[in-house]
């Protein structure tokens, strides 16, 4: 499971592409609701969670990598700095990192770029969904109005008041979304060549070799079961109320 890293990176990078954009429009739409900015971000998060993985990494790739020339097309790291470059721990950005070799950092964070964003992008229409509609219901409380007619601002009263009551939807839906992302890793390692575990379940499969299957499956299965308890022990932070 030397591949489970890889996964792992993507997995990361995408679902805080994902939290970025989908988290960010939907905060943004809820409180311009029912107003252009609100509309054009709507249809956006209808239209990235509706687009197929595996078009939208190769439209990525023609235009970003092949016709632009702004990012690699595949794999985790360029064939010249492979050869000297040695990860230690699996992750290739924590590696390069550590290294302090300005070079390899730029090159494996180029090659994170593509990969993250085809991944995230459908979670970031459903976690911008989610926050719209969490956030929606959280504004017309009473307690928001009470903090209204303090007189405290709009900021303050979003920020501190609504948001921390609207993260429990939404904090459980960010966790549902590593199995999410474990399933889009499966097309997103196979178009840009990311020798990660998904594709190595791939290529177990098509090989029918029945013993790694079953240890990446429950590998998998094991790892999404402890970030949904990870995110179980998250709910006792933000909400008090919900502490055993």
Do not use: C
Request: net charge positive.
């Amino acid at each position: 499971f030397l591949r489970f890293p890889a996964t792992l990176e993507l997995a990361f990078f995408g679902l805080m592409f994902a939290w970025i954009f989908g988290f960010g429009t939907g905060l943004l739409a809820a409180v311009r609701v029912d107003r252009p900015i609100d509309h054009v971000v709507r249809i956006f998060h209808i239209g990235s969670f509706a687009m197929p993985l595996f078009w939208l990494g190769l439209m990525l790739q023609v235009i970003f990598a092949v016709k632009l020339g702004w990012f690699p097309v595949a794999t985790r790291i360029g064939g010249r700095i492979a050869f000297t470059f040695q990860s230690k721990t699996g992750f290739y950005l924590f590696d390069a990192i550590m290294s302090g070799n300005g070079k390899v950092i730029a090159d494996v964070a180029k090659h994170l770029v593509l990969p993250s964003i085809t991944l995230g992008f459908a979670q970031a229409g459903l976690l911008g969904r989610m926050t719209r509609a969490s956030m929606l219901e959280v504004l017309d409380a009473d307690y928001v109005t009470t903090a209204r007619a303090k007189g405290l601002k709009e900021r303050i009263v979003i920020m501190r008041h609504a948001l921390r009551n609207a993260l429990i939807p939404i904090v459980t839906v960010f966790g549902l979304q590593f199995a999410i992302l474990m399933g889009g890793a499966v097309l997103t390692e196979t178009v840009f060549s990311w020798p990660g575990i998904a594709s190595f379940l791939v290529r177990s499969i098509e090989s029918r070799d029945w013993p790694a299957i079953q240890g990446a499956i429950v590998f998998i299965a094991i790892f999404i079961s402890v970030i949904n308890l990870l995110v179980d022990i998250a709910y006792s932070f933000i909400d008090p109320r919900v502490r055993y």
